[in-house]
């Protein structure tokens, strides 16, 4: 655990001479900086109040820290719980630089979140998905509004799960067996989804 804190030492004082470079070359003003993780941390971390780590789809495993700082664009010192995915990023960074999509192209999956953030939009309603894999584990989620519904397999069998993240961010109380209608809900839009998602494969 003191190497873990090293190491995050370590980036802090990095990314410190990231910032004070752009500013020494006076481009702060027409900077966007993003700090962002690829996943929640390991089990070396606190994830707490987050239930899981880093490989699962718990949310201490997907709900990650980002900081975005773009003067002038970006209200400063602004704290939004909007739900949002990494690739969301990409589509954020390419209207920051003002670049458009080819014609012909498809359509980007994520939204311009930074932009939205900016402008005081009101968070978009749509349902956010994943799923990962390693070596015979296979996790698979959907989060609609508040409702996470969760699925892991293995060679032991699959399990289910089914929480309501306003009342239960740390995904303690697995309400699938008491929420049927939610359920057959959920995983029908993860079944349409992984479908979408291979006929694009």
């Known amino acids: 655990r003191r190497d873990y804190g090293r190491l995050v030492e370590r980036l802090d004082y990095s990314v410190g001479k990231v910032l004070a470079e752009v500013d020494r070359l006076g481009l702060r003003e027409n900077t966007l900086v993003i700090f962002a993780s690829d996943n929640g941390g390991n089990d070396r971390a606190r994830n707490a109040p987050f239930r899981g780590y880093t490989s699962d789809l718990f949310d201490g495993g997907i709900h990650i820290p980002c900081m975005a700082r773009w003067p002038g664009v970006l209200p400063e010192g602004i704290v939004s719980g909007r739900q949002f995915l990494t690739l969301d990023l990409t589509v954020s960074i390419l209207n920051a630089a003002g670049i458009k999509q080819p014609a012909g192209e498809d359509a980007l999956d994520g939204i311009d979140i930074l932009g939205a953030v900016a402008s005081g939009e009101a968070p978009a309603s749509r349902a956010?998905?994943?799923?990962?894999?390693?070596?015979?584990?296979?996790?698979?989620?959907?989060?609609?509004?508040?409702?996470?519904?969760?699925?892991?397999?293995?060679?032991?069998?699959?399990?289910?799960?089914?929480?309501?993240?306003?009342?239960?961010?740390?995904?303690?109380?697995n309400l699938f067996a008491n929420r049927e209608s939610d359920v057959i809900r959920l995983r029908t839009q993860l079944v349409d989804w992984e479908k979408r998602m291979e006929a694009d494969w």
């Not at 989060?143 to 996470?148: E, I, N, Q, T, V």
């Not at 069998?157 to 961010?169: I, T």
């Open 128 to 173: 956010l998905f994943w799923r990962a894999r390693r070596a015979d584990r296979t996790w698979r989620a959907v989060r609609d509004g508040d409702l996470k519904f969760l699925t892991f397999r293995d060679s032991k069998g699959v399990d289910e799960y089914l929480f309501d993240l306003k009342d239960d961010p740390s995904e303690e109380t």
